[in-house]
């Protein structure tokens, strides 16, 4: 049964840093496509960033030059620095395996102004 379990969200202020991590269990980690999406309060789910097995990588345009999508395949764990945050990037975060179609069970960031 393949799972993911977010962590390292909390409350920072404007301009602040974060890293979140995304850790997989079971499923082949190396070979994942890993997607990070966020939710904000009344609002759609949106994307975020993504990593291919080979370390490509893609962000949507509101958080580019700010966060950095990275993997560990050693540790089976996918990470999301984000710097210069905003409070437009408050949201609750999730990570998800596309090649499983699983998703994590979120974790809150708030960013206050």
């Known amino acids: 049964q393949v799972r993911l379990v977010e962590s390292g969200g909390g409350l920072v202020q404007t301009g602040g840093s974060l890293r979140l991590s995304c850790v997989a269990s079971?499923?082949?980690?190396?070979?994942?496509?890993i997607t990070w999406y966020r939710q904000a309060p009344g609002k759609e789910r949106e994307f975020v960033a993504l990593?291919?097995?080979?370390?490509?990588?893609n962000y949507a345009d509101s958080v580019k030059g700010r966060f950095t999508i990275s993997r560990d395949n050693a540790q089976n764990t996918a990470y999301l620095q984000m710097d210069s945050l905003k409070p437009e990037d408050t949201a609750v975060y999730y990570c998800?395996?596309?090649?499983?179609?699983?998703w994590g069970q979120g974790t809150q960031v708030t960013v206050s102004s």
């Open positions: 998800r395996n596309l090649n499983y179609n699983i």
């Open positions: 079971g499923g082949i980690f190396s070979r994942s496509t």
């Open positions: 990593i291919v097995s080979d370390g490509q990588t």
